[in-house]
């Protein structure tokens, strides 16, 4: 659940007057509903999904998101048994996760058949995202081909974020060095990720860079926990996509949910015109 470092110098309308790693608003958390065990793992698919946390350092860490990123929290959960329940959507695809924290969502794609996975987020995360990784290496080698899925931990910022050649380098490399083309995600994945308003516009801004591709799909899930910073996303999204569902987990694949969580698909980023014409202001965000 890590997000990006704010480099913006302006003042944000949701942090605080006191010193700089106060003005992370306090997260409004529900008890955890999807059962999780850090010390056992949980099970998951045909293994065991082994995911460890380390201690939520808000007073130590001056990233903008307080720490959250080492953590497991209920939204990478949710998207995790979403997957489970809809393993096609990342067999044999190349996956981009974002703001991946703990490695939860990317190690599940992985371990559910995912051809090549990066996990990303800011660089404090990273550590214990490569250790969760190599915790789970034998599930996700177990049941793929020989070498089993490609999983690579990455640094991204979203006020910055590399080009997407740098992030699939190994796909890259492998074009025979045409500079005309480059890999690109197939399943873009985003988990928990939406708590600070003024972090929205710059994921949405990332998710604009690496989905451009007509056939990406992206997939988010999140806990809504304000009003001002849900409508902001969800206005957000359909400025940005042509095509944005709010699944229905119990309908569709009979994932129960409380109504505070949602997942949404999303496909069709739309052209420069098309953004421009669609009604920016109710955004609270800049044209795309």
């Given at each position: 659940m890590a997000t990006a470092k704010n480099h913006n110098d302006e003042p944000n309308e949701n942090?605080?007057?006191?010193?700089?790693?106060?003005?992370?608003?306090?997260?409004?958390?529900?008890?955890?509903?999807?059962?999780?065990?850090?010390?056992?793992?949980?099970?998951?698919?045909?293994?065991?999904?082994?995911?460890?946390?380390?201690?939520?350092?808000?007073?130590?860490?001056?990233?903008?998101?307080?720490?959250?990123?080492?953590?497991?929290?209920?939204?990478?959960?949710?998207?995790?048994?979403?997957?489970?329940k809809k393993s096609q959507i990342?067999?044999?695809?190349?996956?981009?996760?974002?703001?991946?924290?703990?490695?939860l969502v990317g190690i599940a794609a992985a371990i559910l058949g995912a051809k090549h996975v990066i996990i990303t987020d800011l660089s404090y995360a990273l550590p214990l995202m490569k250790e969760n990784v190599l915790r789970?290496?034998?599930?996700?080698?177990?049941?793929?081909?020989?070498?089993?899925?490609?999983v690579e931990c990455i640094e991204c910022d979203w006020f910055h974020p590399p080009l997407i050649r740098e992030l699939f380098t190994h796909e890259t490399a492998s074009l025979n060095g045409n500079e005309h083309e480059e890999s690109f995600p197939d399943i873009i994945l985003v988990a928990d990720c939406v708590w600070l308003s003024h972090l929205i516009y710059p994921l949405l801004k990332t998710l604009k860079l690496?989905?451009?591709?007509?056939?990406?799909?992206?997939?988010?899930?999140?806990?809504?926990?304000?009003?001002?910073?849900?409508?902001?996303?969800?206005?957000?999204?359909?400025?940005?996509?042509k095509n944005v569902v709010d699944v229905d987990t119990k309908e569709s694949v009979g994932l129960v949910k409380p109504d505070v969580f949602h997942v949404f698909e999303c496909c069709g980023v739309k052209h420069e015109a098309e953004t421009h014409d669609d009604s920016v202001t109710k955004a609270k965000i800049s044209p795309f």
């Open positions: 942090e605080g007057d006191s010193g700089s790693n106060n003005n992370v608003p306090i997260l409004a958390l529900m008890g955890r509903f999807f059962p999780f065990d850090p010390e056992n793992g949980i099970p998951f698919a045909t293994s065991t999904l082994v995911i460890k946390e380390s201690q939520n350092r808000n007073h130590a860490v001056d990233d903008g998101d307080g720490g959250t990123g080492l953590n497991v929290w209920d939204g990478a959960l949710l998207l995790a048994r979403y997957l489970e990342v067999e044999g695809k190349r996956i981009l996760e974002l703001g991946g924290g703990c490695g789970n290496e034998s599930a996700f080698r177990k049941g793929n081909d020989e070498k089993g899925a490609l690496y989905a451009r591709h007509p056939s990406t799909k992206v997939i988010i899930t999140y806990q809504q926990r304000g009003k001002d910073a849900h409508e902001e996303f969800l206005s957000g999204m359909h400025v940005l996509f």
